[in-house]
């Protein structure tokens, strides 16, 4: 029997167009700067834009967009936060 949340999750990402991944192999070279800078640039431009920081040791997207205490919802699911227009999560919660 297949496990009912991947249905869930199949299905909330159906609405995704496109995916941006920004990685490298070595620390220190801007990632989060990168990512965060493209996200807010995107989502300016009047898309509809979400940043998924994943980065293990040292997640800092959420001191470039100024986060502060905000935390994401549980309403069916986990909600982001909204900042500038992208809605954000980060492992940091």
Same mark, same amino acid.
């Given at each position: 029997?297949?496990?009912?949340?991947?249905? $869930?999750?199949?299905?909330?990402?159906? +609405?995704?167009?496109?995916?941006?991944?920004?990685?490298?192999? @070595?620390?220190?070279?801007? @990632?989060?700067? $990168?990512?965060? +800078?493209?996200?807010?640039?995107?989502? /300016?431009?009047?898309?509809? $834009?979400?940043?998924?920081?994943?980065? %293990?040791?040292?997640?800092? +997207?959420?001191?470039?967009?100024?986060?502060?205490?905000? +935390?994401?919802?549980?309403? /069916?699911?986990?909600?982001?936060?909204? %900042?500038?227009? $992208?809605?954000?999560?980060?492992?940091?919660?």
């Amino acid at each position: 029997m297949a496990d009912p949340r991947l249905r $869930v999750i199949d299905r909330r990402l159906s +609405t995704i167009d496109h995916i941006i991944a920004v990685c490298s192999g @070595k620390g220190g070279v801007g @990632k989060s700067v $990168v990512a965060s +800078t493209l996200s807010l640039l995107l989502a /300016r431009r009047g898309l509809e $834009v979400g940043l998924l920081d994943l980065d %293990f040791t040292c997640p800092a +997207t959420h001191l470039i967009l100024g986060v502060g205490d905000a +935390t994401p919802e549980e309403e /069916r699911g986990i909600v982001p936060p909204s %900042f500038h227009g $992208v809605e954000y999560m980060s492992l940091i919660y």
